[in-house]
């Protein structure tokens, strides 16, 4: 009975705190997600993967254009090819007009919000007015069927709709033809995916195109057609086809594209022709236009156009760089037994940078990437350095950093140029392979490209400084107020670089590193890519086939993660420790004698203890309490224990003996994210030991759990996530018993600002190079944002 009466307060103590909550609000952050997410059917399964009745539109390309250097105007026309692979008639069709977005009335431009005007430098001022003259936008001059007959068409805004004479049925495809024309924007002043670049210095443009011809909007089984209305942060998604494009550019340009060059030899000098070849088997970058042919270029003046046929099979879009600026190197590369030409352009102002680490990022992101998700499967892979800051399309990219001019560079601006080489180049998997839709939906294409980003980083050089992945580096973004969900539209994301890139990054980091492991994580990822390379994967897609490949039910983590902008933070409130009584008098009160003499004396106490007592003045008043003490062991003490302990079993009798601390770690869910819990247990002996937990500790109560901890040794303290992998955001209640936070600070003397009299008192220092000073520009940063 006594046994039994000790185990069952210890129970009582442990279990209302389970139950405590079930009558308040319910807030189940283990909730299957099945009722949040679309059903499953015939196109996509329950399982993630695309169904047996899948299906998507394709679009095929032939396109003749001409860049006008002299106007800076893009010229061209179209023939496209439609293929309805759908099971629904279309009676019209949806193409996107991106460039319509520099309109003076578009949408982008009128709905863009006040900039802060309190201190705006001459830049910022330069590009306000640059936009507000700048003649942009698509001009549509025909639009003809096979036939060459005028078809009817639609412009809104930056979308174009094309009425069908017939409704094309399914199995069907319909050819029709578009000319168009448009300014090229200053790429510089006016802040875009594309564009051109002006050097002053020596009279010369660089031309990054890119939403240059009107494109298939994707039409698919989950949006229908895809034709959201562009306004600037919501990318695209297109159809796959192939592309034959002819670009006229000045005779004296090196011409960059998506696909492979068809007309070599009409092109290229005979000489780039060779260099070329050896690039084929060169173990490092090898120049095919070289510095000192690109300055001699910069001077020429062109004496007629060249055209430049590229040919392209399953890309979702093309673009193109051209220049006579541009120094070419190229290396071929065996990606799983793919060759790979990956090849780099930039003017001389990107050296001594682009021609030491450029076409060395593009290699190394092929190995790490194709090994995460599958083997690169086009033959070109380019880097292009121009005005934009950083930018995918498939098989090309524009990246943006530069020196100094005087050569030297910051270490921000070398790994800034590695990072967003990778981070572009890497885009060719997510979304231009894994065909995502951006519009809908950025974090599909920037967090997963992002996350592998960061794995490609580890791999670069040791403690490589990258900026989006490590658990600790998103725990501010976390806390902020302005935020939204992961799984809200992109044009309506707020603070989109942490929202999109950095806290999917980051939850892939965590997912793959504390709740699957590598192994199992890495299985589930790549069967994704693998599942829906050239395919079209909606969220669900992903969620699905990472549960359905790993054989972990991770509802509650893209609902955490991914639906609610919950933080983490776990407290350690307290440890209570419980130790057996062994039911033997002799060892139970002897320990009780030595806490009721270890308990501290309160202050009256100790101050009443020196008064003269009443029953010391009269002995007579004593009686058999005065003396009695409730822990002395009586003889009758010793008879029970000999009755209790021949009543027990052999096992009974050695589970009494055990010798265990039971220690109860109470923790509080602060942040409200449900994570696992890691702690370190430190004992008295020195040693330490790992617990993880999974994050369903929490499934009962979502902010309150207690975990026990079973010990013949002592703890001496425990703190929870020692290796900084769960993004905690306050860690100064992480450990028990609390430590004091560390920090430095420095000694200043106070600098006396003058007055402004006194400051007139002053005679001027001017000296004739001395001019006023505009605010502080910032320099451009690199986005490796796009
Ligand atoms: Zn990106």
């Known amino acids: 009975m006594r046994y039994l009466a000790v185990a069952l307060t210890f129970m009582l103590l442990v279990a209302p705190a389970a139950r405590a909550q079930s009558k308040t609000e319910l807030s189940d952050k283990f909730r299957q997600l099945e009722e949040i997410l679309p059903t499953p059917n015939e196109y996509r399964t329950a399982s993630g993967a695309p169904g047996h009745r899948y299906w998507q539109q394709r679009a095929d390309y032939t396109i003749d254009v001409e860049l006008d250097d002299v106007n800076q105007r893009l010229i061209g026309k179209e023939t496209i090819t439609y293929y309805n692979q759908s099971p629904d008639t279309l009676n019209y069709l949806w193409l996107q007009l991106d460039q319509n977005i520099f309109e003076q009335k578009s949408d982008a431009n009128l709905t863009r919000t006040a900039p802060e005007l309190e201190r705006v430098p001459f830049t910022t001022l330069d590009s306000m007015l640059a936009a507000a003259t700048f003649e942009g936008g698509q001009k549509i001059t025909s639009v003809r069927d096979a036939r060459n007959n005028p078809l009817k068409y639609t412009i809104v805004k930056t979308m174009l709709r094309i009425d069908l ?322 799984m809200t539209n992109s044009e309506s994301l707020l603070q989109f670089g942490n929202n999109a890139y950095a806290k999917p990054a980051t939850a892939l980091n965590i997912l793959r590193e504390t709740i699957l492991g590598r192994e199992l994580f890495d299985f589930s990822f790549r069967e994704y890519s693998r599942r829906w390379k050239f395919k079209r994967p909606m969220p669900a897609d992903f969620f699905r086939t990472m549960e359905d490949a790993s054989g972990v039910d991770l509802d509650w983590f893209w609902r955490g993660w991914f639906y609610t902008t919950d933080h983490t933070d776990i407290a350690i409130e307290g440890i209570r420790l419980f130790t057996l009584d062994t039911a033997n008098p002799d060892v139970d009160k002897a320990a009780r004698l030595r806490d009721r003499e270890a308990a501290p004396q309160t202050l009256s106490e100790q101050r009443n203890k020196p008064l003269p007592k009443r029953v010391d003045q009269f002995p007579s008043l004593r009686d058999f309490y005065n003396t009695y003490d409730a822990l002395v062991v009586t003889p009758q003490d010793r008879e029970e224990y000999q009755r209790f302990l021949a009543a027990l079993t052999e096992r009974e009798r050695e589970l009494l003996q055990t010798g265990m601390n039971f220690y109860v770690v109470d923790l509080k869910n602060i942040g409200g994210l449900v994570m696992p819990v890691i702690f370190e247990i430190e004992y008295m002996d020195g040693t330490k030991e790992e617990m993880r937990i999974p994050a369903e500790i929490w499934r009962y109560d979502t902010s309150d759990a207690s975990k026990m901890i079973m010990a013949k040794k002592e703890i001496r303290s425990i703190m929870l996530d020692p290796h900084l992998e769960t993004a905690d955001t306050d860690l100064t209640n992480n450990s028990f018993p609390r430590r004091p936070t560390k920090s430095r600070f420095q000694l200043f003397k106070e600098q006396r600002q003058l007055n402004p009299m006194q400051q007139l008192e002053r005679k001027p220092v001017l000296t004739p190079t001395t001019r006023p000073t505009a605010p502080p520009v910032p320099p451009p940063t690199p986005t490796p944002g796009n």
């Open 165 to 486: 004479p017939t409704p094309l049925a399914p199995g069907q495809n319909v050819q029709f033809a578009v000319d168009w024309n448009y300014n090229i924007n200053d790429a510089r002043k006016i802040r875009a995916r594309s564009g051109y670049e002006f050097f002053s210095q020596d009279g010369n443009y660089l031309y990054e195109i890119a939403h240059w011809f009107p494109r298939m909007a994707a039409y698919n089984d989950v949006s229908g057609w895809q034709h959201k209305q562009f306004l600037g942060s919501g990318e695209f998604t297109l159809e796959f086809g192939n592309y034959r494009v002819r670009i006229t550019a000045p005779n004296d340009h090196i011409v960059a594209s998506t696909g492979v060059l068809q007309n070599p030899n009409e092109v290229l000098t005979a000489q780039q022709r060779a260099r070329l070849e050896q690039a084929k088997t060169a173990r490092e970058p090898f120049l095919i236009v070289t510095p000192a042919e690109a300055e001699a270029n910069e001077k020429n003046k062109p004496t007629g156009k060249k055209t430049w046929v590229f040919h392209a099979d399953n890309v979702r879009d093309f673009a193109f760089a051209s220049s006579r600026k541009f120094i070419w190197d190229a290396q071929q590369h065996n990606v799983e037994g793919n060759r790979v030409m990956a090849m780099s352009y930039y003017p001389k102002e990107g050296n001594p940078l682009w021609e030491r680490y450029s076409t060395h990022a593009i290699i190394h992101t092929l190995n790490v990437y194709s090994r995460y998700s599958f083997a690169y499967p086009y033959p070109i892979a380019i880097s292009v350095n121009g005005p934009v800051g950083g930018m995918e399309y498939p098989m090309i990219c524009f990246n943006g950093p530069r020196p100094e001019p005087d050569g030297t560079y910051t270490a921000g601006t070398k790994y800034g140029l590695i990072s967003v080489v990778i981070h572009e180049v890497g885009h060719n998997y997510f979304p231009m392979i894994v065909n995502s839709d951006e519009r809908q939906w950025t974090w599909m294409d920037e967090g997963l490209n992002t996350f592998l980003q960061y794995l490609s980083e580890a791999e670069w050089e040791d403690n490589y400084p990258s900026r989006r992945g490590e658990p600790q580096n998103i725990t501010e973004y976390m806390m902020s107020q302005a935020q939204v969900p992961i």
